[in-house]
T-cell receptor, first 115, second 115 residues
Framework: SQKIEQNSEALNIQEGKTATLTCNYTNYSPAYLQWYRQDPGRGPVFLLLIRENEKEKRKERLKVTFDTTLKQSLFHITASQPADSATYLCAPHRGGGSTLGRLYFGRGTQLTVWP | EPEVTQTPSHQVTQMGQEVILRCVPISNHLYFYWYRQILGQKVEFLVSFYNNEISEKSEIFDDQFSVERPDGSNFTLKIRSTKLEDSAMYFC?????????????FGPGTRLLVL
């Protein structure tokens, strides 16, 4: 069965530093991978999608990489701010010929950015 | 910006009672989902719905669960006879795939507590 591992349950960094979160997956060949943000008691909010043929994707202070050989995605937040504190979820997706699909989420990494 | 809405935000019920959780997906979306998240655990897929029928369901989605799209806007999840272990946050999501890619947009969730 699919397995998704996110580097650690919690990551604490100082404001202004770059946060790097890791997502590893096994038994999977995703066509694309998504990152979501979840705040306490709220639903996941979509952040970025990266396709299997893309090495890197950027959006403002966010950067995602996707290494299909290592079966890993890295999610970076540069110049982090306390408002970035949340749980970040990765969701590899089989895509391909199927436009429908359940999302498999990792447990998430809880990021805390302290002033 | 269009968003998925869910009602109620909180629901407390007695074990064995029926509950109906309601969702209004984004208006031009075609695919609808229910997920749940038990406190402290990961977001888990329950069911997907397209073209007025279930397209995929997980092992969690047993005979006690049902979904319906009674009109052009609402999407409901019914639990016929609630159990203590049904206590969780329930998230509705919807999507409108572009080609073979799909981003799901989540609602704020309904917190269900079964006593």
């Amino acid at each position: 069965s699919q397995k998704i591992e996110q580097n650690s349950e919690a990551l604490n960094i100082q404001e202004g530093k770059t946060a790097t979160l890791t997502c590893n997956y096994t038994n999977y060949s995703p066509a694309y991978l998504q990152w979501y943000r979840q705040d306490p008691g709220r639903g996941p909010v979509f952040l970025l999608l990266i396709r299997e043929n893309e090495k890197e994707k950027r959006k403002e202070r966010l950067k995602v990489t996707f290494d299909t050989t290592l079966k890993q995605s890295l999610f970076h937040i540069t110049a982090s701010q306390p408002a970035d504190s949340a749980t970040y979820l990765c969701a590899p997706h089989r895509g391909g010929g199927s436009t429908l699909g359940r999302l498999y989420f990792g447990r998430g990494t809880q990021l805390t950015v302290w002033p | 910006e269009p968003e998925v809405t869910q009602t109620p935000s909180h629901q407390v019920t007695q074990m064995g009672q029926e509950v109906i959780l309601r969702c209004v997906p984004i208006s031009n979306h075609l695919y609808f989902y229910w997920y749940r998240q038990i406190l402290g655990q990961k977001v888990e897929f329950l069911v997907s719905f397209y073209n007025n029928e279930i397209s995929e369901k997980s092992e969690i989605f047993d005979d006690q669960f049902s979904v319906e799209r009674p009109d052009g806007s609402n999407f409901t999840l019914k639990i016929r006879s609630t159990k203590l272990e049904d206590s969780a946050m329930y998230f509705c999501a919807s999507s409108k795939p572009l080609g073979s890619q799909e981003t799901q947009y989540f609602g704020p969730g309904t917190r269900l507590l079964v006593l």
